[in-house]
């Protein structure tokens, strides 16, 4: 019905800067994008909507140059377009800005925005035409008062995005595509971004704005599109609906997925985290953890819920506040924390959380090799004969222990990943997107085993993107919103809906 | 059952293509060079002149492995052999000589290891400073002049063998490289400690994340290769017989060679000691097989450096493959 009345009034096709027709994507089996149509006006700030998984980022790729998409066409001023790499595409006129910024920290203001097309004269640098052209470029902006010889790496978050944005007006370019520009911004940059963003409309710049908090596209898009499973849900004015129905219409209608939940009997308190703060992004974190259930915590993506877990595992450095294990609540190592029996799941799987060079068996007894160890000896036969129980019980995918890494999928990294918790037989388990990127059936494993492991009297902490997957498996769940955790409540209290508005709500 | 096991072990642990390499090369030479290269003495020379830069390669397989490098061993062989040679000169015993060099070479590293994991500046520069503080420190403890000492059973160890003692086959200093050989492998792949080398340099965040030990590990990466050198340090006095602080120059280049050569990677996480084994053996095999044939030193030398780079580019394409 509200689709109905959105749909009608975005039908207006003329003076399309960017089009983007019937795109499709898949990766493997996924299907990323399915006939995916998109376009911006010059003078139109266009808001791109979606749940994490959506489907946003794959089409701001293939709208950038960085992604080839396996169908669909592209027109850019009525003519076709076709990048095959993010330069073709600024050099076209189409510009990404990605949420993480790319300065190069040792070069200055002017070095920074004229990156790669440095004007020349006799061999030499021009650097009086340099300064002219980042001058002109910081006017369009508002900003020709900056001081072009400053290091990057002295700017705040806002000025870096500043001049990230002046690179691709000094290059000419005339779509801007942001992502999730004001993530790590506070409330009065956001509002000077806001400025700079509605000047850049009145000059016929095209802009895509791609974010999560819904009260800002509210107050800043001309239009919105929200794409859900890789297809594009609706568009329309954001000044004609409410937060609440572009959250109904991010979430659409899902079929229930069957999550095991067994009769839990909650135990006495294991972990007591209190006024928390960190060196990176969190700012106020208090929350206890039970044996015998799951506390989920849910929140965007650079909310700050992986660094609150980071913290707790002594991965990053605490500022303020106390952790307290059992009654230990002294310094922490990840060395540390392993010996009080607490075991972490890093999100990052191909970076941190395997070594992909090294064998299943190799990563999966790293922190308990100790028990393997007879005098000394860490003897390949009984660690292969304690592999091949693991790989049976977790169903993993491989022609035996010592496969590398390397070869195996994702879900089944994963498996050798969860199971290295298992192996070490830790009481709290803190698990940071659990389930990312990995199959169905493997997804249903895991909850299952989750639910076990609660069963037997663990504890467990699971961070997800995915809020079905926490209401189905978790206890009690808390929200975490531009560094602060909301207080924690019982799952059976909580809709879909109601913790998609507080993660998206600009606190 | 156990022992058989550990042989396979042995084979499968990547050392198969150095292996070929270095009988290919061997084989070209005894084909072209003269009739006398493809004898048993010629064998027994090649194996005897690779062991210095081999113990001293073994250490740094360890580094390597771990996603280190250690540039200061050839310095720390130069003030062994001087070290070694003021005890003897002093009228103290072999064996406390002997002591004195392990030491001496247990303590360069030790300053290596901390200064790496307490100011937290990267192995090369480091070691690039520590070659030149060790280098200066033999420099001066020795005038800048060769120390003489007197000849004892310490200068035997890389020694012609004579008739009747042809049926060692190699002097003890070959003998202490290939049991030092053993010793690292089953380091490095039966013990927790070679598990967390080898997690370190494949990927140091998922060995954090796992709680090893990272700086005791990194540590203990540059004691080993310093005792390494140590050793080195004493077969280098064995052959000189006296203390020399300008030996060894650019030793740490061929250790670093021999490791590659045998399928190291300096990103960390891949070395075996087998193929580090038989590329000290091929670097000396092509210097020997030059020489016999009449080349002169600067052919032997861009020979040198197109056969690391032949072999490490063989490696990669290897790699590509198997993904």
């Known amino acids: 019905m509200i689709s109905d009345k959105l749909n009608s009034n975005s039908k207006n096709t003329s003076t399309n800067r960017l089009e983007a027709r019937d795109i499709d994507v898949t990766f493997g089996a996924t299907t990323a994008l399915a006939?995916?149509?998109?376009?911006?006006?010059?003078?139109?700030?266009?808001?791109?909507?979606?749940?994490?998984?959506?489907?946003?980022?794959?089409?701001?790729?293939?709208?950038?140059?960085?992604?080839?998409?396996?169908?669909?066409?592209m027109f850019l001023d009525g003519a076709p377009y076709q990048p095959h790499t993010p330069l073709d595409g600024r050099l076209a006129g189409v510009a990404m800005i990605y949420q993480e910024l790319s300065m190069a920290p040792h070069l200055t203001v002017a070095e920074n925005i004229c990156l790669g097309l440095e004007p020349i004269r006799s061999l030499l640098l021009d650097r009086h035409e340099m300064e002219k052209r980042s001058r002109s470029a910081l006017d369009k902006l508002g900003h020709g008062n900056m001081d072009l010889h400053r290091p990057a790496d002295e700017l705040s978050i806002s000025e870096q995005q500043l001049v990230e944005i002046a690179r691709s007006i000094a290059l000419g370019c005339k779509v801007l595509i942001l992502d999730e520009p004001t993530s790590s911004l506070t409330r009065s940059d956001v509002d000077k971004l806001f400025a700079l963003l509605n000047r850049l409309k009145s000059q016929d710049y095209a802009i895509i704005y791609i974010s999560h908090f819904i009260e800002e596209v509210r107050e800043v898009a001309d239009r919105f599109t929200v794409l859900r499973d890789g297809c594009v849900a609706v568009s329309g004015d954001p000044k004609t609906v409410s937060t609440d129905e572009i959250v109904s219409l991010m979430l659409g209608s899902k079929t229930a997925a069957a999550y095991p939940r067994s009769d839990r009997n909650i135990g006495n308190t294991i972990l007591t985290v209190s006024n928390l703060a960190s060196a990176s992004k969190v700012e106020s974190a208090s929350f206890t953890l039970r044996r015998g259930e799951v506390l989920g915590i849910a929140g965007l993506v650079g909310s700050g819920r992986t660094e609150l877990v980071r913290a707790i595992f002594g991965l990053d450095a605490v500022l303020k506040g106390e952790i307290k294990i059992g009654s230990y609540s002294g310094q922490a190592?990840?060395?540390?924390?392993?010996?009080?029996?607490?075991?972490?799941?890093?999100e990052n799987r191909k970076d941190e959380g395997v070594a992909v060079s090294m064998d299943i068996a190799s990563n999966l007894i790293l922190p308990s090799a100790k028990s393997l160890t007879n005098r000394g000896l860490l003897l390949p036969a009984a660690v292969d004969a304690a592999m091949k129980t693991w790989i049976e019980k977790l169903n993993v995918k491989c022609s035996g222990p010592r496969a590398k890494m390397l070869s195996l999928s994702g879900g089944n990294q994963q498996k050798v990943a969860l199971a290295r918790l298992l192996f070490r037989d830790v009481d709290v388990l803190i698990l940071d997107e659990p389930t990312r990127g990995i199959d169905v059936k493997t997804k249903n494993q895991i909850y299952a085993l989750i639910d076990n492991l609660a069963k037997e009297g663990k504890a467990i902490i699971m961070i997800s993107s995915y809020l079905p997957e926490l209401l189905g498996v978790c206890d009690r769940i808390a929200v975490m919103n531009r560094g602060k955790l909301g207080e924690s409540r019982p799952t059976s209290n909580l809709t879909e809906q109601q913790l998609m508005v507080e993660t998206v709500s600009a606190n | 059952m156990q022992a058989k096991s550990f042989i396979r072990q042995i084979a499968?642990?990547?050392?198969?293509?150095p292996f070929i390499g270095l009988l290919a090369v061997y084989l070209l030479f005894a084909y072209i060079g003269p009739s006398s290269f493809f004898s048993l003495s010629t064998v027994q020379a090649i194996v005897r002149q690779s062991a210095i830069v081999g113990v001293t390669a073994i250490g740094m397989t360890i580094v390597i492995i771990g996603g280190g490098i250690d540039l200061s061993v050839g310095s720390i062989v130069a003030l062994t052999t001087v070290c070694i040679a003021?005890?003897?000169?002093?009228?103290?015993?072999?064996?406390?000589?002997?002591?004195?060099?392990?030491?001496?070479?247990?303590?360069?590293?030790?300053?290596?290891?901390?200064?790496?994991?307490?100011?937290?500046?990267?192995?090369?520069i480091v070691t690039l400073g520590s070659l030149l503080v060790f280098r200066g420190i033999a420099k001066g403890a020795s005038g800048e002049q060769k120390v003489d000492a007197p000849l004892t059973w310490l200068n035997e160890f890389l020694a012609v063998l004579n008739q009747n003692q042809n049926w060692q086959l190699f002097p003890s200093g070959v003998w202490i490289m290939f049991l030092l050989a053993i010793a690292v492998f089953v380091l490095l792949h039966y013990t927790r400690f070679g598990l967390h080398v080898f997690a370190l340099g494949s990927n140091e965040k998922t060995a954090i994340l796992c709680g090893v030990p990272v700086d005791r590990i990194k540590g203990l990466l540059y004691v080993l290769s310093g005792f390494f050198a140590g050793i080195a340090g004493i077969l280098q006095f064995s052959r000189l017989t006296v203390g020399d602080p300008t030996a060894a120059v650019g030793l740490e280049l061929e250790a670093i060679a021999a490791v590659v050569i045998g399928g190291g990677s300096l990103k960390g996480g891949e070395g075996s000691i087998m193929g580090t084994i038989f590329?000290?053996?091929?670097?000396?095999?092509?210097?020997?097989g030059c020489s016999q044939i009449g080349l002169a030193n600067w052919v032997q030398e861009i020979l040198m450096g197109a056969i690391i780079i032949v072999a490490v580019t063989l490696d990669q394409l290897r790699h590509a493959r198997r993904k």
């Not at chain 2, 499968?12 to 293509?17: E, H, I, L, Q, W």
């Open chain 1, 35 to 73: 006939k995916a149509n998109f376009s911006v006006k010059s003078g139109e700030i266009h808001a791109l909507l979606g749940e994490n998984g959506a489907g946003k980022s794959t089409l701001m790729k293939v709208l950038a140059g960085s992604l080839i998409p396996d169908r669909g066409e």
């Open chain 2, 279 to 288: 590329g000290a053996l091929l670097m000396t095999t092509i210097r020997s």
């Open chain 2, 12 to 17: 499968s642990k990547g050392a198969a293509g």
């Open chain 1, 333 to 346: 190592t990840p060395h540390t924390r392993w010996n009080q029996s607490i075991g972490y799941l890093s």
């Open chain 2, 86 to 124: 003021f005890t003897l000169q002093a009228g103290f015993s072999s064996l406390l000589a002997l002591l004195a060099a392990i030491v001496v070479g247990l303590m360069c590293g030790l300053f290596n290891g901390a200064l790496i994991t307490k100011l937290k500046v990267v192995p090369f």
